[in-house]
């Protein structure tokens, strides 16, 4: 519809792109000078830039860009850009009827000629220029020919007042002889019809502007409705141009970012869920060292809190060569440590695979994974996840975790299961070192007590009559022992291991005899 009109688009006060009428490389423009002066801090002004030659068009071109204002208010909400090339002011100026010998010409303030279709820069000479706009019409040398010269300025009093800003003259140029006659009637009609050329494009502008205000206006408000956290906003789709298709776009991504806000609140549900039961689990199983235990709250817990359909945890033999149930929930779980159910390393399935590669693996549909294991104790396993149970470079196991829904895993969640992985791991490593730390502490008290009981009753059988110690002053005095008036229980005769374990009084009160203990181990009785 407007020919002369090129690179139609339209930013918004942040000088991104918002609608253009063809392909368009560049989203902002808040560097270029025209969006600046247009967007004047908010004011607003019409900028009209200086002529371009457009050589593809064989014409020169100028920029013009309006500020598109909030409707009843001053307050500017975008711009509009447009290249409006100068052919039409040609074709007219080259229409008009100047004799024979005579022509309508276009040139900016400074001579130079914009109403050419050459690259070539035609400019009259500074000093003929600076007597041409001395008065409005004159006689001399006009290009070597001595020639009847008119000129006015391109102004307008309905129009923007830029317009008079640019310095355009209107020149009107015929050789003397014919000229005489009709000077003034080609300078009014020249003036007249240079003016009409750019009103009609200074017109269409302005029309244009204001049919993109308000559908602009109305994207702008739902556009900051959205950015509030409003994303139930539909912009109404009112046709197949250019607005229309930015309208269709934004809906379709205010629709996208509702999915995906949807999406990932129910992420953030899920992750928070299961750090609060690692959380849980981490304090449970760190109250005990009892290892049967510490595996028995661990599956229990995942299971209930996480929402699984089955739990195991599987440890390696002391040849490492096969993964064995330690403990498993629910009656099935049972069944499996009756059974004595075990994995060997590297074997087709979860476990085999977790514990010959020491990391994580999911089965996201059973049926169709080729590693996973179908146990028929477990007939409604969907989908399967395997977690090593590592502590440090030590493998201890892996820990199995079964749903009844397909895809129930994916990579975050073995980020996460992982780290409670690691805490168990690390739970019954210590419960088992404390087991083992335990066991050979008993094992050194009754070595340690042996070799006492041995060497003590050496002792005594080389020094086979008892005797008794009595202080004299600062002098101990050795004497035979007498007997007793009434045996003491559990007393033995000379020469045997001594049985009296706790303090004995005899009948009358007059004697008391205390065991004498090392190490668990009685050497001697004391008595009183």
Do not use: C
């Not at 593809?56 to 975008?78: C, F, H, K, W």
């Not at 009259?124 to 220029?129: L, M, T």
């Amino acid at each position: 519809r407007y020919p002369d009109n090129s690179g139609v688009f339209v930013t918004d006060r942040y000088s991104g792109l918002v609608a253009v009428t063809s392909a368009h490389g560049q989203f902002s423009h808040s560097n270029e000078v025209w969006w600046t002066l247009a967007y004047n801090g908010g004011i607003g002004a019409v900028y009209i830039g200086p002529p371009e030659f457009e050589p593809d068009n064989n014409a020169y071109s100028l920029t013009i860009a309006i500020p598109i204002y909030q409707p009843n208010s001053r307050e500017v909400i975008g711009i509009l850009h447009t290249r409006y090339r100068l052919q039409t002011v040609i074709n007219q100026l080259a229409g008009i009827d100047v004799g024979s010998t005579g022509e309508a010409m276009l040139f900016n303030e400074s001579g130079q000629r914009l109403d050419t279709t050459s690259a070539v820069e035609t400019r009259i000479p500074q000093n003929e220029w600076e007597a041409m706009l001395g008065a409005q019409w004159r006689i001399g040398q006009f290009q070597s020919q001595q020639s009847m010269i008119a000129q006015a300025f391109v102004i307008t009093d309905s129009g923007p007042p830029d317009i008079n800003d640019l310095g355009w003259v209107v020149i009107v140029r015929q050789n003397l002889n014919e000229s005489l006659a009709a000077s003034f009637a080609v300078i009014q009609a020249a003036t007249v019809i240079g003016l009409i050329g750019l009103i009609v494009a200074i017109v269409f502008t302005v029309f244009v502007a204001r049919s993109l205000v308000q559908p602009v206006a109305e994207l702008t408000r739902l556009a900051k409705e959205a950015q509030s956290g409003n994303l139930g906003v539909t912009v109404p789709v009112g046709g197949r141009d250019e607005i229309g298709q930015l309208s269709e776009a934004f809906n379709a991504m205010i629709s996208e970012i509702r999915e995906s806000t949807s999406l990932l609140e129910e992420k953030v549900a899920e992750r928070t869920t299961q750090l609060s039961a690692i959380n849980e689990i981490a304090a449970t199983v760190s109250s005990t060292l009892d290892i049967n235990e510490v595996m028995a709250r661990t599956v229990n817990l995942i299971r209930a809190r996480l929402n699984f359909y089955h739990v195991s945890i599987f440890l390696l033999d002391e040849q490492g060569r096969t993964a064995i149930v330690r403990e498993s929930t629910g009656e099935i779980g049972r069944q499996l440590k009756e059974r004595g159910h075990h994995l060997d390393v590297g074997s087709q399935s979860i476990i085999g695979y977790v514990t010959a590669n020491r990391k994580p693996r999911i089965a996201l549909d059973v049926g169709a994974d080729a590693v996973h294991f179908k146990n028929p104790l477990l007939p409604n396993t969907r989908s399967e996840m395997g977690l090593p149970l590592l502590v440090g470079d030590t493998l201890l196991g892996a820990l199995d975790v079964q749903s009844t829904e397909p895809k129930a895993f994916d990579t975050d969640d073995i980020a996460v299961l992982q780290s409670m992985a690691n805490q168990i791991a690390i739970a019954i490593n210590n419960a088992r070192l404390f087991q083992e730390t335990q066991a050979r502490l008993a094992e050194i008290s009754l070595l340690s007590r042996q070799y006492l009981a041995g060497a003590w009753e050496s002792y005594t059988q080389s020094h086979s009559n008892k005797i008794a110690l009595r202080l004299e002053g600062n002098t101990a005095i050795a004497y035979p022992l007498r007997a007793s008036k009434s045996p003491a229980p559990d007393t033995t005769p000379a020469n045997e291991p001594l049985n009296l374990t706790m303090p004995y009084l005899s009948e009358d009160g007059t004697e008391m005899i205390i065991p004498i203990t090392l190490r668990g181990q009685v050497i001697g009785e004391f008595m009183l």
